[in-house]
């Protein structure tokens, strides 16, 4: 029987040596446990999402010598590790040193070599390119080098002879992208399961977003049954980012039977290490009795954004929050997640009403923040905006010919930036902290908030979410405290932004969105893996399936009483997802993703016209032309 631990690593990013450190520590209480095997996560000593801080020849010496210092540290037990493997005779397509994302295996103090293999590690054979990832960028893969070394795939993706104890295990080594390879011509698992190992081994640094864990188990079972193997799944936890998205990773290590079941899942973001016993003769592993059974769940939105926020704080040394709150839902919600993580006395809020905010919602401000026990100012503005709009007035008369045109927009916008860039900068900067941005993705996808006003700050950590998710987060922060802290009446009050008289909240008016379904309509615009457009969105319309393809709960026809008022609508909200918009998206502040694609790096938008396809211009002729009773 082979003991075998596996460690979902805290990996700080760019911080070699204290990922080494941890790391020593691991393997100190791997040998207390005595097991036989341990088994690190992939880029555990790096981190993965590091940007062109691979490009430093200097970083890569780093790794290597600090891989050195893993290899030695195996000599009573084997250790499985991913890191950066540098070939310097040789450079990568760009002229820079030939890197390649592998794994290696130590034991005895010394590297585990294959037969007739050149270099004693494992490389990553498929290295994704979409979305988030970038391994092309930066990697070379198994098969250009298959190529090169005049060895075949097959060849290098040969099984690992590792010591464990008094026995030894055959075991095929892929890192992350390796396993999910449904969209690939090459079957990594496919081809290391054809030479016969004993299980499957896959070490990972895989970002979560909502909906993964589903798909990873689909995968991991269907192979595992498929060829009858135990599998192995180590992930890694931190938090990460690439400029502009922060990405949590879960550390949900995973085991599979041979039969494709599921054994065990560690639970996210807690568990930092996970022991499983493995029986050569019958193929089966099997979790030591410690932890949480596979089976278990909770919120991974709120588990998710939690743990980013508290990562984020702490990667930046940021102790203090300030954060303006309207007695809205998403300043609520943002005050609620902030004080789930830090202490009542830590989190500053702040109300700044004008004479457009109701006594409803600064009531509710006041509340909120009485249940969440933290300090509370109340600073009205209207002083500082008259005074803003007297001296662009006073500018503007030293011009001839020029005058103040001051709009309602631009009057809102005044209030926008006076609340954020002025009140709450200076504040946070006397509190001693950071101040936050409270928006969501509805409103980021329709440019809806004020450049460099209610879009500053330090971390938009909800600005990931759908308005109507925005609701349930905080109905689900609502049960992680003793006793609710977000009243009920900001969830039953109409969103509003309480900049003019027509935003007034008593009146049940506000915001310019049907969110049941604009939520809906922009997610189609943004996150499937073939994102729509208005010539998907009237195509539907006009077959009478929008709203099965959209998933919006509502009746687009009871929304829109006829054909014309449903493409005036489309082509408004275009119009702003395609323009300004962008430029507002592309200056937002970072946010943590849990989607399948967050604005960001992960979604990259050039500045350009909203555009109209043919066959859309085609199809708005007909139905504009036609009985509008043909589409109903």
């Not at 390796?178 to 895989?206: K, V």
């Not at 809806?448 to 759908?466: E, I, K, P, R």
Request: aromatic content about 10%; glycine content about 6%; some cysteine.
């Amino acid at each position: 029987m082979i003991h075998m631990m596996s460690v979902q690593l805290d990996v700080i990013p760019g911080d070699v040596r204290q990922n080494w450190k941890n790391i020593q520590e691991e393997i100190a209480k791997a040998e207390q446990s005595r097991a036989d095997i341990l088994i690190l996560p992939e880029m555990c000593l790096s981190g993965y999402l590091i940007g062109d801080l691979w490009d430093q020849n200097s970083f890569l010496r780093e790794c290597e010598l600090y891989g050195e210092k893993i290899i030695r540290a195996s000599k009573n037990l084997s250790i499985i590790f991913g890191n950066v493997a540098v070939d310097w005779k040789k450079t990568n397509d760009d002229g820079r040193p030939r890197k390649y994302n592998a794994a290696f295996v130590a034991s005895g103090g010394h590297l585990v070599t294959r037969p007739d293999i050149p270099f004693p590690y494992a490389v990553k054979v498929l290295l994704p390119n979409y979305r988030q990832f970038d391994d092309k960028r930066y990697f070379t893969g198994l098969s250009e080098l298959s190529r090169e070394e005049n060895l075949s795939p097959e060849k290098l993706m040969s099984p690992f002879t590792i010591p464990a104890g008094d026995e030894i295990l055959k075991a095929g080594i892929l890192l992350c992208e390796d396993s999910w390879d449904e969209n690939y011509p090459l079957r990594p698992m496919e081809i290391i399961s054809a030479c016969r190992p004993e299980m499957l081994i896959n070490i990972s640094a895989s970002p979560f977003t909502l909906g993964k864990e589903q798909k990873r188990h689909r995968i991991f079972s269907a192979a595992s049954s498929r060829f009858h193997l135990p599998i192995l799944y180590v992930n890694q936890r931190g938090l990460q980012n690439n400029g502009k998205d922060c990405y949590t990773f879960d550390g949900m290590t995973a085991a599979y039977g041979p039969d494709g079941i599921l054994k065990r899942e560690s639970p996210p973001y807690t568990e930092p290490r996970s022991s499983f016993l493995f029986t050569r003769e019958s193929g089966c592993l099997c979790p030591c009795r410690t932890g949480t059974d596979a089976g278990s769940s909770s919120s991974m939105t709120l588990t998710a954004l939690r743990y980013g926020v508290n990562k984020f704080l702490s990667a930046i040394g940021a102790e203090r929050v300030v954060i303006g709150i309207s007695g809205g839902i998403d300043s609520a919600v943002g005050a609620a997640l902030y004080r789930s993580v830090l202490p009542p006395g830590q989190v500053l809020l702040v109300n700044t009403p004008t004479r457009f905010n109701s006594e409803t919602t600064k009531n509710l401000a006041g509340e909120l923040a009485s249940r969440l026990q933290c300090p509370y100012i109340i600073s009205p503005i209207g002083s500082f905006i008259d005074q803003t709009e007297q001296e662009l007035q006073r500018l503007m008369d030293i011009y001839p010919g020029m005058s103040w045109k001051g709009t309602g927009v631009i009057k809102e916008n005044i209030q926008a930036r006076d609340r954020s860039s002025r009140i709450l900068a200076g504040l946070s900067a006397s509190f001693g902290g950071i101040f936050t941005c409270n928006a969501n993705k509805t409103e980021l996808s329709a440019g809806y908030a004020t450049l460099y006003g209610d879009m500053s700050g330090a971390l938009a950590a909800t600005a990931d979410l759908w308005k109507h998710q925005i609701y349930q987060l905080g109905r689900e922060l609502n049960q992680w405290f003793p006793s609710p802290v977000i009243p009920d009446g900001i969830f039953a009050l109409k969103p509003s932004a309480e900049l003019s008289d027509s935003q007034n909240v008593d009146h049940n008016e506000g915001d310019p969105f049907i969110y049941d379904y604009h939520d809906y309509l922009f997610r189609s615009f943004i996150e499937p893996w073939e994102r729509k457009t208005p010539e998907d969105i009237l195509s539907w319309y006009m077959e009478n399936t929008l709203e099965e393809h959209i998933g919006t709960p509502l009746s687009v026809h009871s929304l829109f009483p006829s054909p014309r008022s449903f493409i005036d609508d489309l082509e408004h909200w275009w119009n702003l997802f395609s323009g300004f918009a962008v430029a507002k998206r592309i200056q937002c502040p970072p946010l943590i993703a849990v989607s399948r694609r967050p604005y960001g790096f992960d979604l990259r938008e050039s500045q350009l016209r909203p555009y109209y396809t043919e066959a859309y211009l085609d199809m708005k002729r007909k139905i504009l032309n036609s009985d509008s009773r043909e589409f109903r």
